[in-house]
């Protein structure tokens, strides 16, 4: 699709939809959020595209290491006494 058509579709789109100062502004705030993009030289400018890559790359690392820890602590539930004060922590924490 051309920018252009792009450009008359959102013209012809109800007001209420998102408009592109908000997005921008969005694109910023995960800009902050997402350490990659954060720890980079201030003074680079870096797309939007590259801002979502990365919030993407970001939130799959993350569900990686929640899915990892949850195994963990499932290992260490099985090695620990089930009616031991820790078994109730490490049960609590996996739910």
Not at 9 to 37: H, M, T
Request: hydrophobic share 35%; aromatic share 2%; proline share 3%.
């Amino acid at each position: 699709m051309s920018s252009r058509s792009s450009r008359s579709r959102r013209s012809s789109v109800p007001s209420s939809n998102i408009s592109d100062e908000q997005i921008a502004d969005l694109i910023s705030k995960l800009q902050q959020l997402i350490p990659e993009i954060r720890n980079a030289r201030s003074s680079s400018r870096v797309s939007a595209s590259k801002v979502l890559q990365e919030t993407c790359n970001y939130i799959r690392s993350l569900q990686r290491e929640v899915s990892d820890l949850s195994d963990r602590l499932s290992e260490l539930l099985l090695s620990t006494d089930p009616e031991s004060a820790q078994a109730a922590i490490i049960r609590s924490l996996l739910m």
